[in-house]
């Protein structure tokens, strides 16, 4: 019997916890355990377990794939065992056949064990298609786009909803910049997120956002349209970080707008000016001028990470681009209609919802939103390397023959 066979009885996890990730995720697009191209993927990926176990001194890739495939190894595992069980019951069925009482335990008997293999297979698909999660950070930016002052409060609005979302969600959040309009909407804004699951969960929101409704702004009923911009851009890493003091100048001034008279009386304002490249960021949002410098500082660092990958690659040189495009109102990836009161996620994986106060509020409908988004692209890059695998095992197959 085969190591795999034999150590199908161990637990994953704990059951309650894990049995809300399956209710989490088990929905729309789902691997089709029963292709042959996934079952080989599959039996292929319970061997490498076997040799990196079997692998005294492992690489630190060589843990790190041991990390990410121990736990659907885990699950499958069980289904082996469950096969077997069942099995094991065919074979004692046609044994016993004459014996009614014996037929009717082998009946119940295997009615639990397929009620576990489906919550087993459940389980497993649970584990195939969760993103995986990171550490680290993000700058986000939004933008008014079409549609005047209408364009900006929304933008105000959407900005708010992050900021309620990163507070939700417990992460770190420092409002960076913000132009506001006459009306109290923004030109542009941004801020400064950390935390766990930022990097992924944050850049579901890169794009651009259109809103429905009947402007504030105007007398009457007619629906206006209007667009706002949304850019996710990577922080650097700790390796990253550094930035040559020479190489920029740090200027102070009075904070200038709305804040309160501490702000407008107090040097709190912070204008940095990074020489080499002519980067400019300013931070005048908080009382703290030591504060103010951190979060410019941070944003600074963040811009030049940027520049420096956009020299490197023409690829990652159109990422922001690509991202919020010109902020036409037909390059949209969600629409928000408030006289339906409808929010509408047009990527795949996406859908409608019909409580759009409450997705605005920045919690669980929106986190719901981008797991299910993030589950998709997981789903297409696991459909992905199963071809990629199954190519390259025909051809392996086709050389030896």
């Not at 919802?353 to 297409?380: I, K, P, T």
């Given at each position: 019997m085969s190591l795999t066979r034999i150590l199908w009885h161990r637990p994953i996890c704990n059951a309650d916890t894990f049995y809300k990730v399956v209710r989490k995720w088990y929905s729309q697009n789902n691997v089709n355990l029963t292709d042959p191209a996934v079952q080989t993927y599959l039996r292929r990926m319970m061997l490498e377990h076997e040799e990196l176990l079997m692998t005294t001194r492992r690489t630190s890739e060589e843990a790190r794939r041991l990390f990410e495939i121990k736990p659907i190894v885990s699950v499958l595992e069980q289904r082996i065992g469950l096969y077997d069980s069942i099995e094991s019951l065919k074979e004692l069925n046609k044994k016993e056949n004459k014996d009614p009482e014996v037929k009717a335990m082998i009946k119940e008997e295997a009615e639990v064990y397929l009620k576990r293999l489906k919550e087993i297979d459940g389980e497993l698909m649970a584990i195939l298609l969760a993103p995986c999660l990171t550490e680290g950070g993000v700058?986000?930016?939004?933008?008014?786009?079409?549609?005047?002052?209408?364009?900006?409060?929304?933008?105000?609005?959407?900005?708010?909803?992050?900021?309620?979302?990163?507070?939700?969600?417990?992460?770190?959040?420092?409002?960076?910049?913000?132009?506001?309009?006459?009306?109290?909407?923004?030109?542009?804004?941004?801020?400064?997120?950390?935390?766990?699951?930022?990097?992924?969960?944050?850049?579901?929101?890169?794009?651009?956002?259109?809103?429905?409704?009947?402007?504030?702004?105007?007398?009457?009923?007619?629906?206006?349209?209007?667009?706002?911009?949304?850019?996710?851009?990577?922080?650097?890493?700790?390796?990253?970080?550094?930035?040559?003091?020479?190489?920029?100048?740090?200027?102070?001034?009075?904070?200038s707008g709305a804040g309160g008279q501490h702000v407008n009386t107090t040097d709190s304002a912070v204008r940095i000016v990074h020489v080499p490249t002519g980067t400019v960021v300013e931070c005048q949002q908080g009382r703290s001028q030591i504060k103010n410098k951190e979060i410019a500082i941070q944003k600074l660092r963040t811009l030049l990470l940027q520049k420096q990958y956009e020299e490197q690659s023409s690829k990652i040189k159109s990422e922001?681009?690509?991202?919020?495009?010109?902020?036409?109102?037909?390059?949209?990836?969600?629409?928000?209609?408030?006289?339906?009161?409808?929010?509408?996620?047009?990527?795949?994986?996406?859908?409608?919802?019909?409580?759009?106060?409450?997705?605005?509020?920045?919690?669980?409908?929106?986190?719901?939103?981008?797991?299910?988004?993030?589950?998709?692209?997981?789903?297409?890059?696991l459909m992905e390397e199963i071809q990629e695998f199954t190519k390259r095992y025909q051809a392996d197959t086709s050389n030896k023959s």
């Open positions: 700058l986000l930016e939004v933008a008014a786009g079409a549609g005047g002052q209408e364009a900006m409060l929304f933008a105000r609005e959407l900005f708010d909803m992050y900021e309620s979302y990163a507070n939700y969600k417990e992460w770190q959040v420092d409002i960076a910049s913000m132009e506001i309009s006459d009306i109290g909407g923004v030109r542009k804004a941004s801020m400064l997120i950390e935390g766990f699951g930022v990097p992924e969960l944050m850049r579901i929101e890169a794009g651009v956002h259109r809103v429905q409704r009947i402007p504030a702004t105007e007398k009457g009923g007619r629906i206006h349209t209007s667009t706002v911009s949304v850019a996710v851009l990577p922080q650097p890493t700790e390796i990253e970080l550094n930035i040559p003091e020479r190489d920029i100048t740090i200027e102070t001034k009075r904070a922001r681009k690509s991202q919020v495009g010109s902020g036409n109102r037909n390059e949209k990836i969600r629409t928000y209609n408030f006289p339906q009161d409808r929010v509408t996620e047009h990527r795949e994986g996406g859908g409608t919802l019909h409580n759009l106060a409450g997705f605005m509020q920045g919690q669980e409908q929106l986190e719901q939103l981008q797991e299910s988004l993030l589950r998709q692209q997981r789903y297409q890059t």
